[in-house]
C-alpha cells in the first residue's frame, strides 16, 4: 500500500523568514529615501514659484570692507595694493564667501589722511598699475598715465582713476568698494 503523503510535503514552503527588526529598518530606510528624494525635487521647485519679483536677486556689499592695518602703511611711501574680498555677497538662492571684488592702491598722506585709488582703468577696466621707476601710475593695455594723486595726464583714459572712500576705524583700515561705468568723462555709479 502506497504511503499518502503527509501533510509536511503538501505545504507551501514557508516565506523566508526575516527578524522585525530588519523589517522595520528596510521599511524606515526607504520611507527615508522616498522622502529625501522628494524634498531633492520640491524644495527647488518651490523656491523657484515662491521668488518674488521685486526682490534683490544679488546683492553687493555696501559696508565697508576691512583691508588691513593702518600700520601697514607708511606716511609719504608709494601707494601699495591691497585686495578688496567682500566676506560674504549673497543672491537670491546662495551665500558666496570671500568674494575678491577688485584691487585698489592706497597711499597714507599724513597720520590719518588715507587715500584709495580704483585699480580698475576708467577705460576699458584694465588693472592700472604703479611705476616705481617712474613715479606714476600707468595702465598697460592704452598706455594711459596717471599721478600719484590719480589724475590723468596722458592715453586715452577719459578721466582720472577712480576714487574709493576710506576711513580708519580702531586702526583698521574700512574701504568702500565702488564701481563707476567706463569710457565716459563723468563719474557714475554702476
Ligand atoms: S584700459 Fe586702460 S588705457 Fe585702455
Redesign the pocket.
Known amino acids: 500500500m502506497a504511503n499518502k503523503p503527509s501533510d509536511e510535503t503538501t505545504k507551501p514552503p514557508a516565506e523566508p523568514l526575516i527578524e522585525p527588526d530588519r523589517r522595520r529598518f528596510i521599511k524606515l530606510a526607504s520611507c527615508a529615501l522616498g522622502g529625501g528624494m522628494g524634498a531633492a525635487i520640491l524644495v527647488p521647485a518651490l523656491r523657484v514659484l515662491g521668488d518674488p519679483t521685486n526682490r534683490t536677486i544679488v546683492t553687493t556689499p555696501s559696508d565697508p570692507i576691512d583691508v588691513g592695518s593702518l600700520e601697514r602703511l607708511v606716511v609719504g611711501a608709494a601707494p601699495i595694493k591691497l585686495d578688496v574680498v567682500a566676506p560674504v555677497i549673497r543672491d537670491a538662492w546662495n551665500a558666496s564667501e570671500n568674494v575678491s571684488l577688485g584691487a585698489a592702491w592706497v597711499q597714507r598722506q599724513a597720520g590719518d589722511k588715507i587715500v584709495a585709488l580704483s585699480s580698475i582703468?576708467?577705460?576699458?577696466?584694465?588693472a592700472?598699475g604703479w611705476s616705481d621707476k617712474k613715479g606714476v601710475f600707468q595702465?598697460?593695455?592704452?598706455?594711459?598715465f596717471f599721478e600719484p594723486n590719480g589724475e590723468r595726464t596722458t592715453?586715452?583714459?577719459p578721466r582720472g582713476m577712480d576714487p574709493l572712500p576710506i576711513e580708519v576705524v580702531g586702526g583698521r583700515l574700512k574701504l568702500r568698494w565702488v564701481t563707476y561705468r567706463?569710457g565716459t568723462a563723468a563719474r557714475t555709479l554702476v
Do not use: F, K, N
Open positions: 582703468c576708467p577705460h576699458l577696466g584694465c592700472i595702465c598697460p593695455c592704452h598706455e594711459s592715453g586715452p583714459s567706463q
